[in-house]
Nanobody, 117 residues
Framework: VQLQASGGGLVQAGGSLRLSCAAS???????????KGWYREAPGKERELVAG???????TYGDSMRGRFTISGDNAEKMIYLQMNTLNPEDTAVYFC?????????WGQGTQVTVSS
């Protein structure tokens, strides 16, 4: 498995979740310089950027996530995290981690996040 996402689940509105993504040791040999991030796909909607870390370490966020979500990474452990606070039902989606290496984007299998009102 290239990227393994975990941490999704059911949470009430206003609650928090932390997603984790483990990257393959053998594939991502220079993880610190890879652009990486989280995307999400809600039913009937296109996949959208949630948060990202560029190859130079700059953090980026989707407009509706800024201030509520925080992306972080552990380059030594080859992990990507997404801390999600103040969740609302509109955040319900399948969340995917992604990592780009040498022009190829690898995707994790997705983890379901459901926020109840």
């Amino acid at each position: 498995v290239q990227l393994q996402a975990s941490g999704g689940g059911l949470v009430q509105a206003g609650g928090s979740l932390r997603l984790s993504c483990a990257a393959s040791e053998s594939i991502f040999t220079d993880f610190s310089s890879n652009a990486k991030g989280w995307y999400r796909e809600a039913p009937g909607k296109e996949r959208e950027l949630v948060a990202g870390i560029t190859s130079t370490g700059r953090l980026t966020y989707g407009d509706s996530m800024r201030g509520r979500f925080t992306i972080s990474g552990d380059n030594a452990e080859k992990m990507i995290y997404l801390q999600m606070n103040t969740l609302n039902p509109e955040d319900t989606a399948v969340y995917f981690c992604a990592c780009n290496q040498r022009g190829i984007t690898y995707w994790g299998q997705g983890t379901q996040v459901t926020v109840s009102s």
